[in-house]
């Protein structure tokens, strides 16, 4: 009976633990301006590194906004509504964060990307953390994203 408990509690940890599973965009800050064409530095941070999960890959991808009036409207929310898309696939790595000297970074990992040549305006650079979690390291993932200006 104690053990099943146990095993209930460690269970409920596992769970409520996986949706705190995140990644974050240290650098560049959300509404950066970038160049067409030339590549740039991204730092994405994991505030927790939490046992019981294994990071797998990250990928980037870049969706355009659509032009318009009101264009911060038709911006869709890619990490909110993730089966929105995340329009383009840049480029995917392995992710393996390292820890930070500075104590209010978080683990972190630098990657350099170029920027679509064909990016004009308003658009969402996002990055797609696949991970492995909960119980059994199920195949899970998790998206961030900032919004970016071609200039
Ligand atoms: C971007 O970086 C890649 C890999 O380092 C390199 O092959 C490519 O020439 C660079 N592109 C530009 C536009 O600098
Ligand atoms: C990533 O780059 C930033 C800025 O150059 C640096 O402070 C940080 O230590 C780097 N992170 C890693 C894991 O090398
Ligand atoms: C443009 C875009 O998709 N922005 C979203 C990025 O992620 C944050 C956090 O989930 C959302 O609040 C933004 O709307």
Redesign the pocket.
Known sequence: MKTCFISLLTALALSLSATAQSIQFLQPADGVTLTPGQNFSIQIGQPMELSGFANAAVTFGYLACQTGSDVASQ??????VPDQGVGEVLETFVFQPQLSQIPWIPPNQNFTIEFPSYATGKG?L?ATLFYFGSAGLAPMFT?????VNAA
Request: proline letters at 8%; charged letters at 0%; hydrophobic letters at 55%.
């Open positions: 911006c869709p929310n890619v990490a909110a969402v996002s998206v961030a994203n900032i919004t």
